[in-house]
């Protein structure tokens, strides 16, 4: 058995912040865990929005497959999750199956916009594995001020689109890229898709970020992705450990492939192994976390800032996926 859920603190030498929190009152035990308090606020705001925007974002999904990429359209489904409809879908004049047809994944685009507009609800503290940590953190950006968080959801949205027409399903954690809104907190990140929560349940969670490491102190470029996947936490990734580590090198050997350059400063060939990351923890299905550079880089922040730079992200993470998926 595993859970976990949501997003990421920080490194010592990042630029993002953290938070802290109030108390949550749910504590379903699933497994011989007791769960902490759901961030019901993230929950009940995600909700409102989706109750607000529903007539028109059902409207503009049914034409338009749901959010577009860097948009601010809320989506339907379950708690304001953003769970596309693409079915078994595929090619339709195909009559093969599409590789990944009856496949769920779930791609968490880190961080939210708007998150540093509410430091307080962001700064609360919700369950992280075992221990207490914010709910979130604003994320970084480029020295152009490009923020992390509008990559990471232009990466999702572009590896979704990828997807689908592999024909899977993919939900995403947030449903729009908005400086109006926040969150959800790491342990939600973390657990949507899982075993027992509502909505469908995913195969594989891919958490997409980019670090912000401060160059220089070392005298050498910091710079580099590096694929973080869970360590051992007993009683929350013992379940998910080893085909975490499978879907962690299946992205490392993607990213190689597309022609990324592997960390200079964090991990082991590519890959690094924490505990201390809730996204990862709350997780019950395969999870890894990518950064997928440094942001504070200037090489890795041209790429980022470039459309074909982010498509040839959003192409490895896709890859990477099928590969372990159907490998
Ligand atoms: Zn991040």
Same mark, same amino acid.
């Given at each position: @058995?595993?859970?976990? +859920? =949501? *997003?990421?603190?920080?490194?010592?030498?990042?630029?993002?912040?953290?938070?802290?929190?109030?108390?949550?009152?749910?504590?379903?035990?699933?497994?011989?865990?007791?769960?902490?308090?759901?961030?019901?606020?993230?929950?009940?705001?995600?909700?409102?929005?989706? &109750?607000?925007?529903?007539?028109?974002?059902?409207?503009?999904?049914?034409?338009?497959? *749901?959010?577009?990429?860097? &948009?601010?359209?809320?989506?339907?489904?379950?708690?304001? =999750? *953003?769970?596309?409809?693409?079915?078994?879908? &595929?090619?339709?004049?195909?009559?093969?199956? #599409?590789?990944?047809?009856?496949?769920?994944?779930?791609?968490?685009?880190?961080?939210?916009?708007?998150?540093?507009?509410?430091?307080?609800?962001?700064?609360?503290?919700?369950?992280?594995?075992?221990?207490?940590?914010? *709910?979130?953190?604003?994320?970084? #950006?480029?020295?152009?001020?490009?923020?992390?968080?509008?990559?990471?959801?232009?990466?999702?949205?572009?590896?979704?689109?990828?997807?689908?027409?592999?024909?899977?399903?993919?939900?995403?954690?947030?449903?729009?890229?908005?400086?109006?809104?926040?969150?959800?907190?790491?342990?939600?990140?973390?657990?949507?898709?899982?075993?027992?929560?509502?909505?469908?349940?995913?195969?594989?969670?891919?958490?997409?970020?980019?670090?912000?490491?401060?160059?220089?102190?070392?005298?050498?470029?910091?710079?580099?992705?590096?694929?973080?996947?869970?360590?051992?936490?007993?009683?929350?990734?013992?379940?998910?450990?080893?085909?975490?580590?499978?879907?962690?090198?299946?992205? +490392?050997?993607?990213?190689?492939?597309?022609?990324?350059?592997?960390?200079?400063?964090?991990?082991?060939? &590519?890959?690094?192994?924490?505990?201390?990351?809730?996204?990862?923890?709350?997780?019950?299905?395969?999870?890894? @976390?990518?950064?997928?550079?440094? @942001?504070?880089?200037?090489?890795?922040?041209?790429? @980022?800032?470039?459309?074909?730079?982010?498509?040839?992200?959003?192409?490895?993470?896709?890859?990477?996926?099928?590969?372990?998926?159907?490998?």
């Amino acid at each position: @058995m595993t859970r976990s +859920r =949501c *997003c990421a603190p920080r490194r010592t030498g990042s630029t993002c912040a953290s938070p802290r929190s109030p108390a949550g009152s749910w504590t379903t035990t699933t497994g011989g865990r007791t769960r902490p308090p759901r961030s019901t606020a993230g929950y009940a705001r995600r909700v409102v929005h989706t &109750g607000l925007v529903l007539a028109t974002v059902l409207s503009l999904a049914l034409a338009a497959g *749901c959010a577009d990429e860097g &948009g601010d359209a809320g989506r339907g489904s379950r708690d304001g =999750c *953003c769970a596309t409809s693409s079915t078994t879908g &595929g090619p339709t004049s195909s009559t093969a199956p #599409a590789p990944l047809a009856g496949r769920v994944v779930v791609l968490d685009p880190g961080h939210q916009l708007g998150n540093a507009r509410f430091a307080s609800r962001i700064s609360r503290r919700v369950d992280a594995g075992g221990f207490a940590k914010a *709910c979130n953190t604003t994320g970084t #950006a480029t020295g152009e001020g490009y923020p992390e968080a509008t990559f990471a959801w232009q990466v999702a949205a572009e590896t979704r689109r990828l997807l689908e027409r592999l024909g899977a399903r993919v939900l995403l954690t947030r449903d729009a890229d908005s400086a109006r809104a926040w969150g959800p907190c790491i342990d939600e990140r973390g657990t949507i898709g899982n075993p027992g929560e509502p909505g469908p349940t995913g195969d594989v969670r891919v958490s997409i970020h980019a670090d912000g490491v401060a160059t220089g102190s070392t005298g050498r470029r910091a710079h580099g992705f590096h694929v973080i996947r869970p360590g051992l936490r007993a009683g929350w990734t013992d379940d998910v450990r080893a085909p975490s580590e499978r879907l962690a090198v299946a992205l +490392r050997d993607a990213l190689d492939a597309a022609g990324f350059a592997r960390s200079t400063y964090a991990g082991d060939e &590519g890959i690094d192994v924490r505990t201390d990351l809730g996204t990862l923890n709350h997780s019950d299905i395969p999870v890894v @976390m990518a950064e997928l550079g440094n @942001m504070r880089d200037g090489g890795d922040a041209a790429v @980022m800032e470039s459309p074909a730079g982010r498509k040839r992200y959003a192409r490895a993470v896709a890859r990477a996926i099928r590969a372990f998926l159907t490998g």
